[in-house]
């Protein structure tokens, strides 16, 4: 459980300071002070209704909490689900706020809504309820009309509905409420789509939502029953699982980088992304982890998503990220009224980086495919004559430049790191085709794989840096190049691999890319990415170098409990409710979209393998 400290009016709720809800179709995010301050809908790639995440003034929030000041509050899942309670402490009493969205039982169709309940569980508490929307981005006008059993909000592209039995006020914004709860008393407000002249059917009382209470809560319970994780760090592995699990397109299976936009990579800056869309790279990373700790069933949808992809795309490059439906992801622009996170700005929707060329995509991807097949369900022919014109794409494509996996705006370059995956495409390829005893091209991809091996052997590695550099002829470090043990690339006690942990373990100021083991993804000076001001310390990087020196162990017995360490002092920098943003600042605070996949994933991977290493020892 996490203290949540006092909130100034007006201000963005820190990043850190959010739990997460959602339906496997969208999530909202809920500030440790009560409030709904990120919200889009129906889907997670759908404008905003709440944003005040991004513009605390226009965004539009949903909050609840006490009329009384300096109150104390605590965060916390109920354990094994994701059900949100934000806690309440004061003198006369403890309040409590339990969010969640009602999951489909198996034969019912669930509706879809947003589910608040407060009540008191000791004393007696006055409270405060605003509900401001701010649709499509807070863009869009809308109507506010009281009705029967709640309140009515009118967009020119979208309709909702809050219901409940407490009286709501009309305000210039959306509606208001104060009302007071004795001991035992609750008060339940629910959000659903659509357009009602009354709502009364709709309210629910205490005993309808403790059903759908419990009825979320089992249905997290079940989901999670089916994790064969129980080493070192279980509830740490299974918190990653459930954010992973919210961050699933359950209608096709696409997998989301995050499920939010424009939170800034620095304080104030302008390194801001729209991340709810699907990056093969990141999914592909993401049915690792899921298969890893047992979870066939999401890897399995997620690859049917893929091999519908590839039965729709032609010749050329294959897009790097997609829409959840499998369109291609809508053109980037800057949202200009809106104020950004902290100042951060602009503020952007969309992804321009959906047209970059990045190679090491086919790695990432035929690496899940072939460990779906092994672990999960055979692949099909028809899929494999998809994945075999791909691969031989990579044969003629893979010595081109290109963007690379951090998507810089600087010009193409040729990464070291894209020249692995492509040598992985090939590799796994064609085990798979051994494998299954699949057609293939075996002679040039085994040329073309040997060939790509040597060239990185020779161009990207620095004899002077006595490390694999980030990019042909610049030796600046890439913390990427850490994934060259882990895909099986090189020996994990390779010399090289030796040298290259302990040049990228020195701190910044002596070359290196670690900062009390919290490791930067590159130098940004050095790397000349196109794009202003600085970032934090890449939280997916640093739990990459922990599983590098675990593996490192037998010809290193000092790296194993170095990186037991390291992993377990990440830990500590988790929020309240165990979740990761993608960076870390310099403060320790969170930074980039939130949750981030491949945060979780990465964590999942690295306490995995380190759990067994360390069980191995013992």
Not at 306 to 312: F, G
Request: some cysteine; charged content about 25%; proline content about 5%.
């Amino acid at each position: 459980m996490g203290v949540g400290r006092q909130v100034v009016a007006g201000d963005s709720v820190p990043i850190e300071d959010h739990g997460v809800i959602g339906d496997l179709r969208t999530v909202a995010l809920i500030g440790n002070e009560g409030t709904i301050d990120w919200l889009c809908y129906p889907h997670f790639d759908s404008p905003s209704i709440f944003a005040s995440l991004l513009d605390p003034k226009k965004g539009g929030h949903w909050s609840i909490r006490p009329e009384k000041d300096g109150v104390l509050r605590k965060q916390f899942y109920w354990p094994d689900t994701n059900v949100l309670v934000t806690r309440f402490y004061t003198a006369e009493g403890v309040g409590e706020l339990v969010d969640f969205m009602p999951m489909e039982r198996k034969g019912t169709k669930q509706v879809r809504e947003v589910i608040r309940r407060v009540r008191v569980v000791r004393g007696e508490l006055s409270f405060e309820m605003e509900c401001f929307p701010g649709f499509n981005y807070a863009r869009d006008v809308h109507q506010t009309r009281l009705i029967d059993g709640g309140a009515a909000f009118e967009s020119r592209t979208l309709q909702m509905t809050l219901s409940s039995s407490v009286k709501l006020e009309r305000a210039e914004r959306g509606v208001t409420a104060r009302f007071k709860l004795k001991e035992n008393q609750s008060a339940v407000f629910s959000l659903r789509e659509g357009m009602r002249e009354s709502c009364e059917d709709l309210v629910h009382d205490h005993e309808s939502a403790e059903s759908l209470f419990r009825d979320t809560v089992d249905y997290w319970r079940h989901w999670l029953s089916s994790c064969q994780y129980t080493g070192r760090w279980r509830e740490t592995v299974q918190r990653s699982a459930l954010a992973l699990k919210l961050m699933t397109f359950e209608p096709t299976g696409a997998i989301v980088a995050a499920p939010t936009c424009s939170l800034p990579e620095s304080p104030g800056g302008s390194r801001n992304w729209d991340y709810r869309f699907c990056w093969l790279r990141d999914a592909a990373f993401t049915v690792y982890a899921f298969l890893r700790i047992g979870f066939k069933k999401e890897a399995a949808a997620f690859m049917r998503w893929v091999e519908a992809r590839c039965a729709e795309h032609g010749d050329g490059p294959l897009p790097l990220m997609f829409s959840l439906d499998g369109s291609p992801v809508p053109q980037e622009e800057e949202l200009t009224h809106l104020e950004g996170y902290g100042g951060a700005k602009p503020v952007r929707i969309g992804n321009a980086a959906a047209d970059q060329l990045q190679l090491d995509i086919y790695g990432e991807l035929m690496d899940s495919v072939y460990l779906s097949n092994k672990y999960a369900a055979p692949i099909s022919y028809d899929f494999w004559k998809h994945l075999r014109r791909l691969v031989d794409w990579v044969c003629e494509h893979w010595n081109q430049p290109d963007e690379g996996i951090w998507e810089i705006r600087g010009g193409r370059r040729h990464f070291v790191y894209s020249k692995l995956m492509c040598w992985v495409a090939l590799d796994r390829a064609i085990r798979l085709a051994d494998k299954r005893s699949f057609p293939a091209d075996r002679a040039r991809w085994l040329a073309t794989r040997d060939a790509i091996f040597e060239d990185i052997m020779a161009q990207g590695w620095s004899e002077k840096r006595g490390s694999f550099i980030q990019a042909y002829g610049k030796d600046t470090l890439d913390a990427a190049n850490l994934l060259m043990p882990l895909v099986f690339f090189l020996s994990p006690v390779d010399p090289r691999m030796l040298s290259m942990l302990d040049h990228l373990r020195q701190p910044p100021s002596q070359g290196g890319l670690a900062s009390d083991g919290l490791v930067y993804r590159y130098d940004v000076e050095a790397t000349l990415d196109g794009i202003p001001g600085s970032e934090g310390t890449f939280n997916l990087c640093s739990f990459w170098l922990v599983e590098a020196m675990t593996r490192a162990h037998s010809a290193r017995p000092d790296l194993l409990e170095e990186a037991r360490l390291m992993f377990e002092r990440m830990l500590g920098y988790a929020n309240h409710v165990g979740l990761y943003a993608e960076q870390t600042g310099m403060g320790g605070e969170s930074l980039g979209n939130f949750p981030q996949a491949l945060t979780h994933l990465s964590l999942i991977s690295a306490a995995y393998n380190l759990d067994r290493t360390l069980g191995r020892k013992d």
